[in-house]
C-alpha cells in the first residue's frame, strides 16, 4: 500500500489533499451522500442529479460532475484528471 501511495503522491504531486479522494473513488467508500445516509448522517442518498449518489455514481454517472473516461482514465493522472479532482466538489 505504501507503495502505491508513494506511487500517486509522483504523479500527483500538485494535487494536494487529493490523494485520499482517488483512493475513495477506487475503493468505492467514501463521503458521498448515499454512503452518509446509509451511516445515519443525512436524510437523503440522492446526489443533485437526483440518482443516488454512491462514489461510482459520481465518477461514472452523473450528469453533473462525472468524469469522462470513468474510473480507469481518472488513474491516468493526465491533465484532465488532476483538474477534476480539484473541482470536484460534491463529496462531503
Request: aromatic share 8%; charged share 15%; hydrophobic share 40%.
Amino acid at each position: 500500500m505504501t507503495q502505491q501511495i508513494s506511487f500517486l503522491a509522483m504523479i500527483f504531486p500538485d494535487v494536494s489533499g487529493k490523494l485520499n479522494l482517488l483512493n475513495r473513488f477506487q475503493s468505492g467508500t467514501g463521503r458521498c451522500a448515499a454512503s452518509l445516509h446509509q451511516w445515519g448522517y443525512t436524510d437523503s442518498p440522492l446526489c443533485i442529479c437526483g440518482d443516488i449518489q454512491s462514489m461510482s455514481h459520481i465518477v461514472n454517472d452523473c450528469p453533473v460532475n462525472k468524469f469522462d473516461g470513468g474510473l480507469l482514465e481518472l488513474h491516468t493522472a493526465s491533465d484532465a484528471a488532476k483538474e477534476w479532482l480539484r473541482r470536484v466538489n460534491c463529496i462531503r
